[in-house]
């Protein structure tokens, strides 16, 4: 007979051959063939579990479990299967792979839920896939931010809009139909890999997320004028000096706004990016985390942006612009993303009673439940990342064992909230 970590292995290398690029990492690519055949194999694994399996307006799966209060709130957990290109098996399989076995545990031991439950599987997480601030689309149609707009404007690497996209998979995508009413989700959690060094660095076997940072990002340009390096000093229009100029105040205004925020120029192109010419242009990417809500309350950061802008144009002699690259209906930065912090109280005593170690943890970027703490109590458990905490490449691994443990503590977690409190 198969244990359990049996069984999230053998699910979990399935799945990975469900792959466009054999022998170079997973690439499961949203509404690609490789994504049908993943969806196949997961809706044959949830049948085998007499779910009520149905799938939404964009392609979400859900498999339901009725529980004894009948039109109470549900209880759903899992996380997306689509990958990056020459991605890794893991990411985001091995947590609705944890969440399958949850299913299967919860039918093998009969188990009485009072609450409704749901496993979701997702297939359009990846932003990579249709360009920047494009993921978590299967969270985003549930809680009713996701647009048609965005469907048909966003595009894969193959020149298919996203609507086209899910067209060519099969879907009538229907917006309308996937949103969710408020209330009627009592809790959403997910079980993912770190991808990062942190749990097993310190050999820690769960990680409690107690937030996600939120995310701000812009683009800043620079225009200068080129000129010969024997061009008199007092003539030139240089615009990496303005840049740099912009990336040093920049830095000193984030740093007086505290520690709830940072943020920094990480990239800069500079054009012709040669010895021996004045920098003509400059193109620079900013990117702003934070950590406290009341941060974006408090500071307009596309106002402080463009104050600095405006005085290292007036003072340089150069023109610059700002560009927002944001998430349609959400604000720039976002603020962070909170989990329910009794859940989190309730997870320390779930792996105290396990005998798992365990570490309140914050790491991380962009996830369907971060999407999902505005509109439910959402939770989240890290399980450690192999290889430096390296991801979205073919060298991403978290042991089978560890999604084990996971599965465990998300197993325990489920159980508690589906039982009608007394
Ligand atoms: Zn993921």
Not at 136 to 143: K, P, Q
Request: glycine share 8%; net charge negative.
């Amino acid at each position: 007979m198969l244990t359990r970590t049996d069984r999230i292995q053998k699910d979990l290398e399935t799945l990975a051959t469900y792959t466009a690029t054999p022998g170079h990492g997973v690439t499961r690519s949203s509404y690609s063939k490789e994504d049908t055949m993943a969806k196949e194999y997961l809706i044959h694994e949830m049948e085998k579990l007499h779910l009520n399996i149905y799938q939404d307006g964009v392609g979400t799966i859900f498999g339901r479990r009725e529980g004894s209060q009948k039109d109470a709130p549900v209880v759903m957990f899992g996380s997306h299967y689509d990958s990056v290109v020459n991605g890794g098996a893991f990411d985001g399989a091995a947590g609705t792979v944890a969440a399958l076995e949850v299913m299967r545990i919860l039918t093998e031991e009969n188990f009485q839920n009072d609450y409704p439950l749901e496993l979701i599987v997702m297939n359009a997480e990846e932003g990579a896939t249709f360009g920047p601030s494009t993921g978590v689309t299967n969270s985003r149609a549930m809680v009713g931010t996701l647009t048609m707009d965005e469907l048909k404007t966003v595009k894969n690497r193959f020149g298919q809009t996203k609507l086209e996209a899910m067209v060519a998979y099969g879907l009538k995508p229907d917006l309308e139909s996937c949103i969710r009413k408020p209330g009627s989700i009592k809790n959403f959690v997910e079980l993912h890999v770190e991808q990062g060094p942190v749990l097993d660095q310190a050999q820690v076997e769960i990680g409690l997320i107690q937030y996600l940072a939120g995310i701000g990002r812009y683009t800043i340009r620079f225009h200068g004028q080129t000129a010969d390096s024997t061009a008199p000093m007092s003539t030139r229009k240089d615009a990496l000096v303005a840049a740099a100029a912009f990336v040093k105040e920049f830095d000193a205004q984030i740093k007086a706004l505290g520690p709830d925020v940072t943020g920094m120029v990480g990239k800069l192109d500079i054009t012709p990016n040669s010895n021996q010419f004045v920098p003509e242009y400059v193109e620079g990417k900013i990117e702003i985390r934070t950590f406290q809500k009341e941060i974006t309350e408090t500071t307009d950061f596309h106002q402080l942006i463009q104050n600095i802008l405006d005085e290292v144009s007036y003072t340089y002699g150069i023109p610059c612009e700002l560009e927002e690259i944001r998430r349609i209906r959400y604000p720039n930065p976002t603020g962070p993303s909170v989990m329910n912090a009794e859940n989190v109280e309730k997870m320390k005593s779930i792996c105290d009673h396990l005998g798992y170690s365990y570490l309140e943890i914050n790491n991380g970027t962009g996830h369907d439940s971060m999407i999902m703490t505005d509109f439910c109590d959402t939770n989240m458990i890290y399980v450690p990342s192999r290889n430096h905490g390296v991801s979205h490449c073919p060298e991403e691994w978290t042991d089978y064992e560890s999604i084990k443990k996971g599965a465990d503590v998300l197993l325990c977690l489920i159980k508690d909230l589906a039982k009608k409190e007394k």
